[in-house]
């Protein structure tokens, strides 16, 4: 089977098809004879800040620590992406979001959101902000995304104003990540 795609430099999100293959006479199919494929649009509004990044954070438990990062795209907010592995807690399910501004500069992560991990007595994760003395249930973080003359992203600024937190409630912290994160695109 041969596909041919189309680059039109125009995003029209992504393509799924579903592909059922039949038998016939000289040609047994066996129960699995479906296969969706999906064709991604390559031309995501935020597809230039896609992908994986190296993060360097300061953390209560290791100290300073380097750990890898991914942002991938919302499959229905062409605003919004996701953050794995934001805080150096690599599980699966305990994904944030942001929002990117019009611009394309700055991503917006609100403090408070819910992951769809549980701990081990069925409690959601949150995300919260925190600083040196205090843990921020309500707010957001600002994150300066950094791009070289061309517009190629070169990192993430997360500033000195909070760092983040996870936990299924303020008193119940899991993972601490102190103010002063930097992120460079891999």
Excluded: R
């Amino acid at each position: 089977i041969e596909f041919k795609t189309k680059t039109d430099d125009t995003f029209t999100g992504d393509l799924k098809l579903e592909i059922e293959i039949f038998g016939n006479e000289e040609v047994t199919v066996g129960s699995e004879n479906i296969c969706t494929l999906t064709i991604n649009d390559i031309d995501h509004p935020l597809g230039f800040m896609l992908g994986d990044y190296t993060m360097t954070g300061n953390d209560v438990q290791t100290g300073v620590s380097t750990w890898n990062m991914t942002i991938s795209k919302d499959e229905e907010d062409i605003t919004k992406v996701w953050f794995h592995n934001l805080t150096n807690w690599d599980l699966p399910d305990l994904d944030f979001y942001g929002i990117v501004n019009n611009e394309k500069t700055i991503i917006n992560i609100p403090f408070g959101q819910s992951s769809k991990k549980k701990n081990s007595a069925g409690e959601t994760l949150n995300l919260y902000g925190c600083d040196f003395q205090y843990v921020k249930e309500t707010g957001s973080l600002e994150v300066t995304i950094n791009k070289d003359e061309a517009g190629n992203v070169l990192g993430l600024d997360f500033g000195n104003e909070s760092g983040f937190a996870v936990g299924t409630k303020p008193s119940s912290l899991y993972n601490i990540i102190f103010p002063g994160i930097t992120a460079v695109k891999n």
